[in-house]
């Protein structure tokens, strides 16, 4: 008798974890642009590989003078529901550059170029255990992205075009549907 009380307990829960919800997250606008007649900054959230939640972004940059703008990454804030919340770390970065960052670069763009890259939260990357005792000198190791919560999310970007700081906030809000 108690074995099949068990038994159906456990279809129970099987076809209730069965029957849940799946998360899927969107972001509103898909892509966010902001332009002026200096610059314009594209953000758009990207999905983790194989998963339903972002958890970093694509960034792109177009210089719109006949000068270069520098991007001044160490005043350059991730946005967190409208409140800065740390800066941005890059792809291709290491476990030990991370350790070592004590000032983020400057990034010159050239007249009427544009630059791109994948970019994350530095305060919202998660630790892999074997990555710090490894110390290892690989994006792999080290840490994770762990998902860009609900809310706003984006960045203040400062830029400065001959030694004169420009800033722009470009937000998305990011919602679990």
Do not use: H
Request: proline share 5%; with cysteine; net charge neutral.
């Amino acid at each position: 008798m108690k074995s099949k009380i068990a038994l159906s307990f456990a279809i129970f829960v099987l076809v209730l974890a069965g029957c849940a919800k799946k998360q899927i997250y969107s972001s509103m606008p898909p892509m966010q642009t902001v332009s002026t007649s200096i610059f314009e900054v594209k953000l758009e959230p990207l999905k983790a590989e194989g998963y339903d939640y972002y958890n970093r972004f694509r960034f792109q940059f177009t210089n719109k003078t006949n000068g270069d703008l520098v991007i001044d990454w160490s005043e350059t804030f991730y946005l967190r529901n409208g409140e800065k919340y740390g800066r941005f770390g890059w792809e291709g970065l290491t476990f030990e550059q991370l350790r070592e960052v004590q000032e983020e670069p400057q990034v010159t763009i050239a007249a009427g170029k544009t630059d791109a890259i994948e970019l994350f939260p530095i305060k919202l990357m998660g630790w892999k255990e074997e990555g710090v005792r490894m110390k290892a000198a690989t994006p792999e190791a080290g840490f994770t992205l762990t998902p860009l919560p609900e809310g706003e999310n984006g960045m203040s970007i400062a830029v400065l075009q001959d030694g004169k700081l420009l800033r722009k906030k470009i937000l998305v809000n990011i919602k679990l549907e």
